[in-house]
C-alpha cells in the first residue's frame, strides 16, 4: 500500500526537524522573555529562519543551501516542503478551537458590526487596488490584505494555501502587517486623545483596526482598563471572521475547468483542511455554551492553544528559512506600500465611523460606512479587475518572473486566444512554471487513475488542443513501454522520475536508446507516436510532473506488453525487449484527451 502523502517519509525528518527546533526555541523565548506586543513567536522564528539562511557562516554550520524556488540541493529540501504542506494545513485546523467571541451589548454589537461589515471588506479592495499598479502579485495582495482585515500572521499563514502564495511572500507580508501593528501603538492612543474618544470607544476602534492580537489589546490598555476589554473583545469577533474569509477567497481564487459549475459544487471547491477548521470553532462554540467553567475542556483548550503556537512558528520558521536577502529587498518596498495603505485605510474609517457612532451619529456613520465601500470597489474594479490580471501575468512572463499553475493557465489561454502559443512559448512558460503553495493538491488528491500508481488532474484546457495537466506518480510506480497520440512537453516538479527511450526494431522488438533522470526543474520532450518510451518514479517520494500535451493526433495510443519479465532499473542501453503492441487504453491515451483529466467536481453540469 503506498504511503499516505501527509505522513512524512524518513527522508523528511531533518527538514521537519529543523523547522521545528526554530520554532520551539521562538515560543519558548516569547514564554521567558517580558511579555511585549513587540515581541512575537512567529516574528522571532521568521527572524532566526531568515538569518540562518542568509548569514554564510550559519548557513554551513547547520549545512544548509543557499534559497532557491524549492531548495532541491539539500537534506532539507523534503523536509521544509512537508512543513509548508502538511504541518500548515494541521496547524490551520486546530486553530478553530482557539476562537473565542467576547459578549457585547446591544449598542457595541450594533457598531462593532455596522464597522465591520464597511471596513473588512474595502481594506481586501483597497488593498488590491494599490497592489495591481506597482506589480504586486494577487496571491501577495491576499496576504496583504487578509492580515490586514483579521488577524496579521495567523490570517497570512492560513490564507497562503488558499490564495495560491509563495513562501518568501508569506514571508514578506508577515513582516509588512507586523510592522504596521508596531506603527499602531506609537499612534493610536495620541490620536484617539486628539478626536476625544473615551476609554470604551477607543479600545473598540483597536480591536477593529489593529491586525495583531497582542497589539490591538496593548494599543486598547493605553486608552484605559475599559479599553483594553473593549479590544479584546473586538478583536475576537474580529477573528470570528476568518472561517467566512477563507471560505470565501478559496472559491474566488478556485480556477474551475471549462463547464465548471462553481456555485452548484461550492462544498466540493472547497479544500478539507477548512472543513476541519469550521468543524474545531463549532466544537469551541459550544464547549464555551455548555461547559465554560469545565477543567478538562480547559486544559484541552490549553494545550491546543500551545501546539498551535509551536506549529504555527514551525511553518514560519520554514517560510524564513526560504526567504533570500535580495528577493526580500526586491519586493518588501511594494508590500510595505500595499499594507501600509490597506492598515492607513483600516485605521481611518474605523475611526471615522467609530466616532460618529459614540456621538450617537448612527446614520451619518453607516452613509460614511457604504460610501467608503463603494468607493473601494469601484477602485478595484478599475485596477484591478480581469484586464488588470492579465496585464500583470503578461508583465511576469516578459520579464521571465516564475509563474504560478494559475497564471500559466491564465497566461496560455490568452496566448492560444490570440493565436500566440506556438513552440517557444510553450517551451517559455514551462520552463518558468514554479506551482505555489497549495496548487497541486487537486492532483495528489485526484480520484482519476492514469494507470497503476499513478493519477492525474488536468488544469487547463485551450481551443488549439493544448492542454496543463499534471500528473502525480507513487513511489515506485512505472508506467509500460508507451507511446503518446499527442506531442508532450514535460516539466519534473517533485521527487525523481526516470525516463528510459526507445526505438522500434521490428514488429516486437524494442531497444533502449537513452535513459536519463529527471529532478526539480528538469524539462523533456516527446513527439508523439515516434517516441515510446518508459516513466518510473524513484525514491520514497511521490513524483509529480507538470506536461503541456499537444493536440490529439486523431489515433488511439501506443503501448507495449513484455513477453518476459524485464529488469527495467538495471536494462542496459542497446539492450532490446520482446513486446506484443496493442492500443494504449488508460484514459487521456487512447484519444480522448485531456479531457479524461477533468475532476469530478470541475466536469460540465
Known amino acids: 500500500m503506498a504511503r499516505a502523502q501527509w505522513l512524512p517519509a524518513r527522508g523528511d525528518l531533518a527538514g521537519i526537524a529543523l523547522a521545528l527546533a526554530i520554532g520551539a526555541l521562538a515560543v519558548?523565548?516569547?514564554?521567558?522573555?517580558?511579555?511585549?506586543?513587540?515581541?512575537?513567536?512567529v516574528l522571532l522564528a521568521l527572524a532566526f529562519g531568515a538569518l540562518i539562511t542568509n548569514v554564510r557562516p550559519l548557513r554551513s554550520l547547520v549545512g544548509i543551501a543557499p534559497p532557491g524556488e524549492e531548495r532541491e540541493a539539500d537534506?532539507?529540501?523534503?523536509?521544509?516542503?512537508?512543513?509548508?504542506?502538511?504541518?500548515?494545513?494541521?496547524?490551520?485546523?486546530?486553530?478553530?478551537?482557539?476562537?473565542?467571541?467576547?459578549?457585547?451589548?446591544?449598542?457595541?454589537?450594533?457598531?462593532?458590526?455596522?464597522?465591520?461589515?464597511?471596513?473588512?471588506?474595502?481594506?481586501?479592495?483597497v488593498a488590491h487596488a494599490v497592489a495591481a499598479p506597482l506589480?504586486?502579485?494577487?496571491?501577495?495582495?491576499?496576504?496583504?490584505?487578509?492580515?490586514?482585515?483579521?488577524?496579521?500572521?495567523?490570517?497570512?499563514?492560513?490564507?497562503?494555501?488558499?490564495?495560491?502564495?509563495?513562501?518568501?511572500?508569506?514571508?514578506?507580508?508577515?513582516?509588512?502587517v507586523f510592522l504596521f501593528s508596531v506603527v499602531a501603538l506609537v499612534a493610536f492612543h495620541p490620536i484617539a486623545t486628539l478626536v476625544g474618544l473615551d476609554a470604551a470607544h477607543a479600545g473598540l476602534w483597536s480591536g477593529l483596526a489593529v491586525n495583531d492580537l497582542s497589539s490591538a489589546v496593548a494599543v486598547g490598555q493605553q486608552m484605559g482598563d475599559a479599553g483594553g476589554a473593549m479590544a479584546a473583545a473586538a478583536k475576537s469577533s474580529r477573528i470570528v471572521l476568518m472561517a467566512p474569509m477563507l471560505i470565501v477567497l478559496s472559491l474566488m481564487r478556485r480556477r474551475a475547468a471549462p463547464g465548471a459549475d462553481v456555485g452548484k459544487r461550492a462544498l466540493d471547491q472547497l479544500p478539507g483542511f477548512l472543513l476541519g477548521y469550521?468543524?474545531?470553532?463549532?466544537?469551541?462554540?459550544?464547549?464555551?455554551?455548555?461547559?465554560?467553567?469545565?477543567?478538562?475542556?480547559?486544559?484541552?483548550?490549553?494545550g491546543n492553544r500551545l501546539v498551535v503556537d509551536v506549529l504555527m512558528a514551525t511553518v514560519t520558521a520554514s517560510i524564513g528559512l526560504h526567504l533570500e536577502g535580495r528577493r526580500l529587498i526586491a519586493s518588501g518596498w511594494r508590500a510595505l506600500a500595499v499594507g501600509g495603505v490597506a492598515s492607513a485605510w483600516m485605521a481611518a474609517l474605523t475611526l471615522t465611523m467609530v466616532t460618529l457612532a459614540a456621538r450617537g451619529a448612527m446614520t451619518t456613520a453607516a452613509l460614511v460606512g457604504a460610501g467608503s465601500l463603494?468607493?473601494?470597489?469601484?477602485?478595484?474594479?478599475?485596477?484591478?479587475?480581469p484586464r488588470a490580471e492579465v496585464r500583470l501575468v503578461k508583465e511576469r512572463y516578459a520579464a521571465s518572473e516564475a509563474l504560478t499553475v494559475a497564471e500559466a493557465s491564465l497566461l496560455l489561454d490568452r496566448l492560444d486566444h490570440e493565436g500566440h502559443l506556438d513552440d517557444a512559448a510553450l517551451r517559455r512558460v514551462l520552463r518558468l512554471l514554479q506551482p505555489s503553495i497549495g496548487e497541486l493538491i487537486p492532483v495528489r488528491a485526484s480520484p482519476l487513475a492514469h494507470?497503476?500508481?499513478?493519477?492525474?488532474?488536468?488544469?487547463?484546457?485551450?481551443?488549439?488542443?493544448?492542454?496543463?495537466?499534471?500528473?502525480?506518480?507513487?513511489?515506485?510506480?512505472?508506467?509500460?513501454?508507451?507511446?503518446?497520440?499527442?506531442?508532450?512537453?514535460g516539466k519534473s516538479i517533485e521527487g525523481t522520475l526516470e525516463e528510459l527511450r526507445f526505438a522500434v526494431v521490428s514488429d516486437g522488438r524494442l531497444r533502449l536508446v537513452e535513459r536519463k533522470e529527471l529532478t526539480h526543474g528538469d524539462l523533456v520532450e516527446t513527439d508523439g507516436l515516434a517516441t515510446p518510451h518508459l516513466?518510473?518514479?524513484?525514491?520514497?517520494?511521490?513524483?509529480?510532473?507538470?506536461?503541456?500535451?499537444?493536440?490529439?493526433?486523431?489515433?488511439?495510443?501506443?503501448?507495449?506488453?513484455?513477453?518476459?519479465?524485464?529488469?527495467?532499473?538495471?536494462?542496459?542501453?542497446?539492450?532490446?525487449?520482446?513486446?506484443?503492441a496493442e492500443i494504449d487504453d488508460r484514459p487521456g491515451q487512447s484519444g480522448d484527451g485531456a479531457a479524461a483529466g477533468r475532476l469530478p467536481q470541475a466536469a460540465p453540469s
Open 28 to 41: 519558548s523565548l516569547t514564554r521567558v522573555l517580558p511579555a511585549s506586543p513587540l515581541l512575537s513567536d
Open 75 to 125: 537534506r532539507y529540501a523534503t523536509g521544509l516542503r512537508f512543513v509548508g504542506k502538511w504541518v500548515l494545513r494541521l496547524s490551520i485546523v486546530l486553530m478553530g478551537l482557539k476562537l473565542q467571541a467576547k459578549i457585547f451589548g446591544a449598542s457595541e454589537l450594533l457598531v462593532l458590526g455596522m464597522v465591520a461589515a464597511a471596513s473588512i471588506p474595502s481594506v481586501f479592495f
Open 135 to 176: 506589480g504586486v502579485r494577487r496571491p501577495l495582495g491576499d496576504l496583504l490584505a487578509g492580515g490586514t482585515m483579521i488577524c496579521g500572521a495567523s490570517a497570512v499563514n492560513a490564507l497562503a494555501p488558499v490564495v495560491g502564495a509563495r513562501r518568501e511572500e508569506q514571508g514578506v507580508a508577515i513582516g509588512a
Open 278 to 302: 469550521a468543524a474545531l470553532a463549532i466544537a469551541r462554540a459550544l464547549v464555551d455554551r455548555f461547559a465554560p467553567s469545565s477543567r478538562a475542556a480547559a486544559a484541552v483548550l490549553e
Open 374 to 385: 463603494t468607493a473601494a470597489a469601484l477602485a478595484y474594479r478599475a485596477k484591478a479587475g
Open 451 to 489: 494507470g497503476v500508481g499513478c493519477r492525474w488532474a488536468t488544469f487547463w484546457e485551450g481551443a488549439s488542443g493544448w492542454a496543463l495537466v499534471a500528473v502525480c506518480r507513487d513511489p515506485g510506480s512505472a508506467t509500460p513501454i508507451h507511446a503518446h497520440p499527442h506531442r508532450l512537453l
Open 535 to 580: 516513466v518510473r518514479a524513484l525514491g520514497d517520494h511521490h513524483a509529480i510532473d507538470m506536461q503541456l500535451r499537444g493536440p490529439e493526433s486523431g489515433l488511439p495510443g501506443k503501448r507495449w506488453q513484455e513477453l518476459d519479465t524485464v529488469d527495467y532499473a538495471h536494462l542496459a542501453i542497446g539492450a532490446e525487449v520482446i513486446t506484443r
